[in-house]
């Protein structure tokens, strides 16, 4: 069953002398429950925007996201929120975890805003990346790789059934990479989620039985439109 | 849970603004409500006390000089009057007790008071409380040169019992005119909390025979107290037309109440510059704490993105910031009551020092409701604005680079 159904996605952007540029267009794409998928494409091929427009943080200027059976741009905002919340986790290349909180804060937070902070799984969660006598710690007094690992675990929170992870290994050495892939695929797996990750490192992409190229899927090539 | 959460931590990774801040609030409620509470309390207490008396009558002059300088022992005497008025008044069918003072003299400062045996026998200075003395102590014996203290003067002049003194000439210590008379302390006063506490009483005779003063008028008295008979409603108003409006040597001040609320009136503009100064603290203090969340808001984009990222709602933001500013407001307002403590006992011990009143920081009033619930709310309504840029931060712009 199809958990990710897009359809005749399309995303541009105004830029400051008025020209628009099309960054997404997506005819058709999609990704059942579970699957682990991999988007191989160079920076700046509006991989990152793809990723905002499915979690909602982005509104397309049209075509359709259904996710679990959901059509995300007819919702409104706090019911995308709240769909945000609860289905979807969501791994940045730069980890954004909030610097004013601690692991287990970060991880908490996270659940806060979809189904209720459980204090044990977050516990549970952070022992599971490595981090359990870290529970404490602030962003600042571990490593990029620790940082990462809290990352991963703040996106498996909810218990999402979908994972975007966005370059989730770009700002890590090779060990610190190959270890973090390996968590969050585990981390998927375990909590039975499917995996949507974007990236432009071959030696990731080569983890991934399911590979595509966004740039075959993504008509919009960035054509540019004169307003 | 989470809101707190949220404003627990802004509050905590903006520890110095916030403190500031919430001085300012401190300050700013501390003062409205010291304000507020000295006015009033003040004018309460003043107006109140009366000393068991309805009514001055002295020399020609001004009410309000003739109420302070025989009942709170402020100010100079308007005059003498002759001992013939006294007794004229004393034999008065409206009046029920009749007490004559004589002032002139001074022990360091704090004004001797001549007086007779009744203003401590007769005279209930409050309902059921009359003067007494401390235990191993007794009122003076009117024909020696012996003084009763009072609780204040007592403790700030270090006298007991069997110390013995010489009064200086005036009502404004002057080493050098020092009188030969020695008074010899027979009691102190328990503390009445009112303007007799700050006073030396004497036997009437020693402050009008004392040597230096005019013997001319050694039989004069400063002021007449007077108590009118219960139930004679129109006792006040005869006695006011007969010696204000048909005579024209004496004054007779009555109302006390009512005397000494004229002088409220005539400060009344002071009060209300102090609330102008207080209400235009308060603004600025709540200014502040709009313009440090304001300030904040930059640095704090990339948090409420990754918030929203994460699902919360632009509403949860929103409110975590109002819920911030009145937070920041609160505290500062629980400070608020240290400043107001602070301010008030200092008003309340020089008030005390100068005039023998007492107030009591710590009575409840409305105001220590009113300026905390008013505060807050402003301390909310500050932080509308930054909450409005909290709600419409463009999430994707602040998360990380677009790819």
Request: hydrophobic letters at 45%; proline letters at 4%; glycine letters at 8%.
């Amino acid at each position: 069953m199809m958990l990710l159904e897009v359809s005749q996605l399309k995303k541009s952007f105004h830029a400051p002398d008025g020209a628009v540029h099309c960054v997404v267009q997506i005819p058709q794409f999609g990704l059942a429950e579970k699957e682990h998928a991999a988007l191989q494409g160079e920076s700046g091929c509006g991989k990152t925007t793809f990723l905002h427009l499915i979690a909602g943080i982005l509104k397309p200027d049209g075509g359709a996201i259904k996710i679990d059976g959901k059509e995300m741009s007819a919702l409104r905002e706090p019911v995308r929120d709240r769909l945000r919340a609860t289905t979807i986790g969501y791994i940045f290349q730069v980890f954004n975890l909030l610097q004013g909180y601690t692991c287990l804060e970060n991880v908490l937070l996270g659940m806060s805003f979809g189904p209720g902070m459980d204090r044990a799984f977050a516990q549970t969660l952070l022992q599971r990346v490595g981090l359990g006598h870290r529970l404490h710690h602030y962003p600042r007094q571990l490593s990029t790789g620790q940082q990462q690992r809290v990352a991963v675990a703040r996106a498996l929170a909810n218990r999402p059934k979908l994972v975007l992870a966005d370059e989730p290994t770009g700002n890590l050495d090779h060990k610190n990479a190959r270890e973090s892939l390996q968590l969050i695929r585990e981390g998927c797996r375990e909590n039975g989620a499917a995996l949507l990750l974007v990236s432009h490192d071959r030696e990731v992409l080569a983890q991934f039985e399911n590979v595509r190229e966004f740039a075959a899927i993504n008509q919009a090539a960035h054509e540019q439109v004169q307003p | 849970m989470t809101l707190w959460l949220i404003v627990w931590k802004s509050l905590r990774q903006h520890a110095l603004s916030t403190i500031v801040t919430a001085l300012s609030i401190a300050l700013a409620g501390g003062l409205l409500m010291s304000v507020w509470t000295v006015k009033n309390q003040a004018q309460a207490t003043f107006t109140g006390i009366n000393e068991g008396f309805d009514a001055v009558l002295g020399a020609r002059g001004s009410k309000l000089q003739l109420v302070l300088n025989s009942i709170f022992h402020l100010e100079s005497s308007p005059g003498n009057l002759a001992w013939a008025d006294y007794q004229d008044v004393a034999h008065n069918p409206n009046v029920e007790l009749a007490v004559p003072i004589a002032v002139g003299d001074n022990y360091h400062g704090y004004r001797l008071v001549g007086t007779t045996e009744e203003y401590f026998s007769q005279v209930e200075y409050a309902p059921g409380e009359k003067f007494a003395v401390q235990p191993g102590g007794a009122f003076f014996d009117p024909a020696r040169k012996e003084a009763v203290v009072g609780d204040f003067v007592a403790r700030k002049m270090n006298l007991k019992v069997g110390d013995t003194f010489h009064p200086f000439h005036g009502l404004i210590f002057d080493e050098k005119s020092q009188h030969a008379e020695t008074y010899v302390v027979t009691g102190i006063l328990k503390p009445s909390n009112t303007p007799a506490d700050r006073v030396i009483w004497t036997p009437l005779e020693g402050i009008q025979k004392m040597t230096g003063h005019d013997p001319k008028a050694a039989t004069d008295v400063s002021a007449v107290l007077v108590k009118l008979k219960a139930g004679s409603a129109m006792a006040g108003f005869r006695m006011d037309m007969m010696y204000n409006k048909q005579g024209s040597r004496l004054t007779f001040a009555w109302p006390i109440g009512r005397v000494v609320a004229e002088l409220f009136d005539k400060i009344g503009w002071f009060d209300k510059v102090l609330a102008l100064v207080s209400y235009l603290v308060a603004v600025v203090a709540t200014a502040s704490i709009l313009a440090s969340i304001y300030n904040s808001m930059n640095e704090r984009r990339r948090e409420i993105a990754i918030l929203r990222a994460l699902g919360a709602r632009r509403t949860t933001l929103f409110a975590a910031i109002l819920l911030e500013s009145a937070s920041i407001s609160a505290l500062g307002m629980m400070a608020a009551f240290l400043v107001y403590g602070a301010i008030v006992s200092v008003v309340a011990h020089i008030m005390r020092a100068q005039t023998g009143v007492v107030i009591d920081p710590f009575k409840f009033n409305q105001m220590m409701v009113i300026a905390p619930v008013c505060l807050v709310l402003m301390g909310a309504l500050a932080g509308i604005v930054p909450a409005i840029k909290a709600y419409r931060t463009a999430v994707a712009e602040n998360l990380a680079p677009l790819s």
